[in-house]
């Protein structure tokens, strides 16, 4: 195995100075100067050096005050040892909300939760470098506003201080970058990148190694290709021996992947949440409805090229079988990406992020309990287009957001996140469709926003492995258990005999709730499909209770059903809406085509037989590994049923073994 350097050191030394678009450097301004016009001083962007936090400091509260807004030290990080501050957060003082007082006259809340901020770090020689930027307000902020902040008034006075009686002296200090990014803030916290036609900046753009991590990463990938022959990983490198990607995945992975990449999430919550580890996953659902990996990687950049990269290793990984359907957050790069690399899946926006990001967009307007709830309202109870438009329009009316630029966004990309438009994807349940609904992150609680990249490694394996036995455990407890029936419809006796325990107890809400619905009519005859109105009682705001109408459409010769609730596409199972309309046609067992395959306990074991070719590169040893794998599944999957499976396959497997023995022996002695 070749051995690869993964040193993350700058190619720029430490004196060299790279030249960035505009002014790059910050005066200390005397008394007058402080009060007068705008200086236009650069704006705060990634890869900005200082000398001191100091002076970082003052750089950013010069930018606030041009723009009209304070700033305030959010939060600090120091070393436990030395007491030493090595990195900070600096916000706009909007930011957050005040704590509740317990006073008979408190102050009224002037914070509106603001996100505007940046982020710095101590680098190499002490020096202090932005290392994240978030320039967009949730509340008004002018160049023109006359509104006096802290953060101004002590920048007068330590410039006071520092001024000597005779002459004020002006210092010029020269602002060095560890690298020049070229920077658009996006709607949705992402950095949008311009590539620059200078090579040497794009060779800076690799993962940021803390000491120890680079040797944690290679010895991790060595161990696990040791003891795991189908461990598959590759490391991007550039020409000066930084390494700028990494993807893995585990052989269960890229088991599973043959099972479940049907709908994959393409997870990057660490790149929004600001966490220091650059981690992206690819996450499935399995036939219980968990989620289940399919690899990972880290990302030295979030540009179009590194995502191109990571999705052609995953796909490579995968041996070229390319999902259906793709989600991922809401950003540019990432969905020039997926069309470059997956240009006939179906891909579209995580409506679950997006709602995530509610309070912070839009939580400092007047108004916004009343706006969350129209904006809920609009996503989650629109049967149709027409409803979802009106419904927007009214809310942005009604509050007057025409200008609100995230709501823009939001509107020009709704075919892409809103539930109403993406009717004829096939989600299984990865997309919410009620507002309580919520998909946890499948790393979730062994990854926080300082996790190191060796910390990560060292949880990876518990991670997985407690997620292996999650599943085992429901592979064992759907084969064994007899589920309790709660009604005498017929459909409900035919899916507890196939489906596993999780799916089937949610299909059966379904069919308890058809005693929610009644007066099924017919509405309109088309040849052989009809239409039918189905009515249903649904929990209205508060208490009350309303009734909703649904439109479903039945095909009467080849048994065809559709809800324009879209329950099946969106969950992979059938709604009580359109189990009514089968129930009053007389059909006593659902269709064959509505009971998926990949739902069903035994799906692992019978998956083979439809899906695995026969065709196969004896050559290619990935290959016959694979191929050998799968059909190895079912035995293990039987096997460890019971005690005396196990030991007649244990029999087996080592008869298996002395037959390669005697065939090895035979060939040397030809």
Request: with cysteine.
């Amino acid at each position: 195995m070749e051995e690869v350097c993964l040193n993350s050191e700058p190619l720029f030394n430490e004196n060299d100075e790279v030249d960035v678009e505009g002014n790059s450097s910050v005066a200390e301004h005397d008394l007058e100067s402080l009060n007068s016009q705008p200086t236009n001083s650069p704006l705060p962007s990634v890869g900005l050096e200082f000398e001191s936090f100091e002076e970082v400091y003052n750089f950013y509260n010069i930018y606030a005050r041009e723009q009209g807004f304070g700033i305030r030290v959010s939060n600090s990080w120091f070393r436990s040892k030395k007491k030493e501050r090595y990195r900070a957060k600096l916000s706009c003082s909007s930011a957050g909300f005040k704590k509740k007082s317990e006073a008979n006259n408190p102050r009224p809340e002037t914070r509106t939760g603001c996100p505007a901020m940046i982020v710095i770090r101590m680098v190499e020689s002490k020096r202090w470098r932005i290392v994240e930027v978030e320039l967009q307000h949730n509340h008004q902020v002018s160049p023109q506003s006359k509104r006096f902040y802290k953060s101004h008034k002590k920048m007068i006075l330590e410039a006071s201080k520092s001024q000597p009686p005779p002459e004020p002296v002006t210092e010029v200090h020269t602002i060095k970058l560890y690298r020049t990014t070229f920077m658009d803030i996006d709607y949705n916290g992402y950095s949008n990148f311009e590539e620059s036609h200078d090579t040497n900046f794009d060779k800076l753009k690799y993962l940021e190694l803390r000491e120890g991590d680079a040797s944690a990463i290679y010895n991790y990938f060595c161990r696990m290709k040791l003891t795991d022959p189908n461990f598959f990983y590759l490391f991007d490198i550039d020409d000066g021996g930084h390494l700028k990607n990494v993807f893995w995945a585990d052989s269960r992975s890229r088991v599973a992947s043959n099972y479940f990449n049907d709908t994959v999430t393409i997870d990057t919550t660490c790149f929004a949440n600001k966490y220091e580890i650059p981690l992206i996953s690819f996450v499935g659902v399995n036939h219980h409805g968990h989620s289940v990996l399919l690899g990972c990687g880290f990302l030295g950049h979030e540009s179009v090229d590194y995502f191109v990269w990571i999705f052609k290793a995953w796909l490579k990984c995968m041996l070229g079988r390319p999902p259906h359907v793709v989600i991922t957050d809401q950003c540019k790069p990432l969905q020039i990406a997926v069309a470059q690399v997956f240009p006939h899946a179906h891909h579209c926006y995580s409506l679950q992020y997006i709602m995530q990001r509610v309070p912070e967009k839009l939580g400092g307007l007047q108004g916004y309990e009343a706006i969350k709830r129209q904006l809920y309202n609009a996503v989650y109870e629109s049967l149709k287009i027409v409803e979802f438009e009106s419904s927007w329009g009214d809310m942005i009316k009604c509050h007057g957001l025409g200008d609100n630029k995230w709501l823009q966004t939001l509107y020009r990309d709704r075919h892409l996140w809103v539930p109403v438009y993406l009717k004829d994807a096939f989600f299984i349940g990865l997309i919410p469709t009620k507002e309580t609904e919520g998909l946890t992150a499948f790393f979730d609680g062994y990854v926080h926003k300082h996790t190191s990249f060796k910390e990560f490694l060292d949880k990876y394996d518990l991670a997985l492995h407690r997620k292996h036995l999650k599943e085992a455990m429901a592979d064992l407890e759907s084969r064994n258990a007899n589920f309790e029936l709660k009604t005498r419809c017929n459909f409900e006796v035919q899916l507890a005999k196939v489906y596993t325990k999780e799916i089937f107890e949610k299909f059966q809400s379904e069919v308890e709730g058809m005693y929610s619905c009644f007066n099924t009519r017919q509405v309109n005859v088309n040849g052989s499909i009809i239409t039918y109105i189905v009515k249903e009682r649904v929990e209205a705001e508060g208490n009350e209770k309303g009734i909703k109408s649904f439109e479903v459409l039945y095909e009467t010769t080849e048994l065809d059903i559709r809800c324009i609730c879209s329950l099946f596409n969106y969950k992979g199972y059938l709604c009580r809406h359109a189990l009514n309309v089968l129930n009053y046609n007389g059909v006593e067992g659902i269709p064959s085509r509505y009971i998926l395959h990949r739902w069903k306990r035994d799906f692992k074991q019978t998956f083979n037989q439809f899906h695995v070719s026969r065709n196969i590169d004896t050559y290619n040893p990935v290959l016959l590994y694979t191929h050998l794998f799968n059909n190895a599944l079912p035995v293990l999957e039987v096997g460890a049923q019971s005690q005396e499976h196990y030991m007649v396959a244990l029999k087996e497997l080592e008869e298996l073994l002395e037959k390669f023995e005697i065939e090895d022996n035979n060939n040397v002695n030809k």
